[in-house]
């Protein structure tokens, strides 16, 4: 069996780079003197005086394709908070509310009170307040039984405290913080490896120590709290939320021209539900961790001397956390060695 990749599941990557080049303009065409930032950045910026809100909107994706198939609807909503607010507290922003979408081919009230029994759940575990959304009624447009999330975050941060990556310097050391699963990122490629059906999902894996439903479904990590905390009691230089594109994609949006990342890759903790979707799929190691988190849902980037006592610090807010590299002048990009 060839190696498959995210383009072989119908992921254009570039074409995502394309599409973007392209609305760049309009976006910016829009822009007046308070936005912060173009295209690119975890959040959209926007300067209020002393205050920047730092917003963020996002989907669940394809993995609703295994709640579909195992008719379990409670916890994708924690997941479409987390892809947001994961998003804005990467420039050091509080969450201060979320609003979702949801749209259905025809509306199924219990299936609809679940969902948003998650995105509460996921608010409350962001600490933010949801104020609002919309639910569409769409007959015709979605199969029978399926629907799609999405959402939007706004937050809030004092602009002497933004984060963004003008004060990473070669020798900062990049932390990584552990997923708790794949997240809510490849699973266009996840659904060309294993069928979303009920009892391929329902199949006990002793390496993972659970049904591969049950994993699939894991829901996304929320790093608010421990990030904020971590950012009051330390010096935190720049981070990153590790969705789609994986490491190659979304780590280097944390560093500045000029300079690289050198990851050792014996130093990531990859999670076995990643070696599993490697074996059956046969995919390269570059195509895994231009993919999926490999086990590192989130980066924060430290002067060398906090390393110890910001890993530290984590763990005392319950997040697994460890170095995995540097930052060195030169290069571009990441290079995992």
């Given at each position: 069996m ?14 995502g ?5 392209r609305?760049?303009a ?7 003197e ?13 300067s ?10 996002d989907?669940?994706g ?5 709640a579909?198939a ?6 994708v909503?924690i997941?479409?908070v ?7 507290v ?14 259905t081919?025809k509306?199924?009230?219990e ?14 575990q962001?600490?933010?307040a949801?104020?609002?959304g919309?639910?569409?009624e769409?007959?015709?447009f979605?199969?029978?039984g ?5 959402g ?18 070669a ?21 060309k490896?294993v069928?979303m ?13 659970k049904t591969?439903?049950e ?14 905390s971590?950012?009051e009691?330390a ?9 789609g594109?994986?490491f ?10 000029g300079?690289?990342?050198?990851i ?7 999670l076995p539900?990643?070696r599993?979707?490697q074996k059956?799929?046969?995919?390269e190691e ?18 060398a ?24 002048a ?8």
């Amino acid at each position: 069996m060839p190696s498959l990749t995210y383009q072989d599941a119908g992921v254009s990557v570039e074409a995502g780079y394309e599409a973007v080049r392209r609305m760049k303009a309009y976006a910016e065409s829009t822009f007046d003197e308070h936005v912060m930032q173009s295209l690119g950045s975890f959040g959209g910026m926007y300067s209020l005086g002393e205050q920047v809100l730092v917003s963020g909107t996002d989907g669940v994706g394809t993995k609703l394709k295994a709640a579909f198939a195992l008719d379990r609807h409670d916890t994708v909503g924690i997941d479409c908070v987390a892809m947001c607010a994961n998003d804005v507290v990467c420039h050091g922003a509080k969450p201060l509310f979320f609003l979702d979408y949801i749209a259905t081919g025809k509306l199924v009230p219990e299936v609809a009170a679940g969902v948003v029994k998650g995105v509460a759940e996921g608010c409350r575990q962001a600490g933010c307040a949801l104020i609002g959304g919309e639910t569409a009624e769409m007959p015709g447009f979605y199969p029978e039984g399926e629907y799609d999330l999405a959402g939007f975050c706004v937050g809030m941060v004092q602009k002497d405290k933004l984060i963004d990556n003008t004060r990473v310097r070669a020798g900062d050391v990049l932390i990584a913080l552990a997923s708790s699963g794949v997240h809510s990122n490849g699973f266009s490629l996840v659904r060309k490896l294993v069928e979303m059906r009920r009892d391929a999902l329902d199949e006990y894996l002793p390496e993972l120590g659970k049904t591969l439903g049950e994993e699939l479904l894991t829901p996304t990590r929320i790093y608010v709290g421990p990030v904020l905390s971590l950012i009051e009691r330390a010096e935190v230089h720049s981070v990153a939320h590790i969705t789609g594109g994986g490491f190659y994609e979304n780590i280097p949006r944390s560093i500045p021209k000029g300079h690289s990342a050198r990851i050792e890759k014996r130093s990531v903790r990859v999670l076995p539900i990643f070696r599993l979707l490697q074996k059956r799929g046969g995919m390269e190691e570059k195509d895994m961790f231009g993919t999926f988190n490999m086990g590192v849902g989130m980066t924060l980037t430290v002067p060398a001397a906090e390393a110890d006592g910001a890993v530290a610090l984590l763990a005392n807010e319950g997040v697994e956390a460890y170095a995995i590299g540097e930052i060195v002048a030169g290069g571009e990009g990441v290079s995992l060695c």
